[in-house]
């Protein structure tokens, strides 16, 4: 009968110690660095010999003057919605210390067609109470795969080991004002916007010598995003200047949400 009650005992704590390893396995698997001096975020992903290396960059907004507390922190609770300083509400919010949260650009209600956009429009400046604000796909990242325990260092200044991502922006004429362009939510009316690269003559003529191919490739040429900003754009071709025939241009442009479009053109050598 003892043998029994021990078992009865030992069990449970068994299953508790081996969910503790999993969940502090998984804890570690990421740290975060929040640049103050950049508003930039980078996510560092444990690699197999155990050293932290560089995974995701994201572009955020941290306190205004300076009102985002420099240290090392351990992430805590989580929440689908959270309310904010100013009877606002944050999606995806992550608790990284007391009232310092990762979430959102702030909503007037807990509704993702409530977006902010003067303040969305201001990720990339320090511009929050205090709160590092993403964007939503940013933010919910965070919320889904960092779990509690996560460190993030906080700092003054840093170099960013990875570029520091362009924000789309929603301007005058934005289809969507109050939705955010990055949120998953599949009722997000801009996931039926497309990436767009205007190309005014689809045949290019030029006459065989020293031409300015750039200038040639570029003349009539501009992308925007799905918000309707204009963007860059690359261009890949294999063109001998000398030599006349048909030389097949490739346009390729991929905006601040990821959403990326090709197209082609022709540049006739004579």
């Not at 570690?28 to 010999?49: A, E, F, R």
């Not at 067609?113 to 429009?121: A, G, I, P, R, V």
Request: with cysteine.
């Amino acid at each position: 009968m003892n043998n029994i009650k021990k078992i009865k005992f030992i069990f449970p704590l068994l299953v508790f110690l081996l969910c503790f390893v999993t969940v502090g396995a998984e804890n570690v698997s990421y740290k975060i660095v929040v640049n103050k001096d950049t508003n930039c975020v980078t996510v560092y992903k444990k690699s197999g010999s155990g050293e932290f290396e560089p995974f995701k960059a994201m572009v955020c907004s941290v306190g205004a003057k300076g009102a985002t507390p420099a240290g090392s922190f351990k992430t805590s609770d989580k929440y689908r919605w959270h309310p904010l300083f100013g009877n606002v509400y944050g999606q995806y919010v992550t608790r990284i210390n007391g009232n310092i949260l990762f979430h959102s650009v702030y909503y007037s209600s807990q509704s993702p067609s409530t977006l902010q956009t003067q303040e969305f429009n201001r990720l990339g400046e320090a511009a929050s109470a205090g709160c590092v604000r993403l964007a939503v796909e940013d933010t919910k990242w965070i919320y889904d795969n960092c779990g509690a325990g996560t460190q993030v260092d906080i700092v003054d200044t840093y170099d960013d080991p990875l570029p520091k991502p362009v924000p789309i922006k929603l301007g005058d004429t934005a289809k969507y004002p109050g939705w955010d362009p990055t949120d998953p939510d599949p009722a997000n009316p801009w996931k039926n916007e497309s990436v767009c690269i205007i190309v005014g003559n689809s045949v290019k003529k030029v006459k065989a010598g020293n031409f300015d191919l750039s200038e040639v490739l570029k003349d009539s040429v501009k992308a925007y995003d799905i918000a309707g900003n204009e963007i860059h754009y690359d261009i890949s071709c294999n063109v001998n200047k000398n030599k006349a025939g048909e030389y097949p241009i490739k346009y390729y442009a991929t905006d601040g949400c990821g959403n990326h479009i090709e197209t082609t053109a022709t540049l006739v050598v004579e």
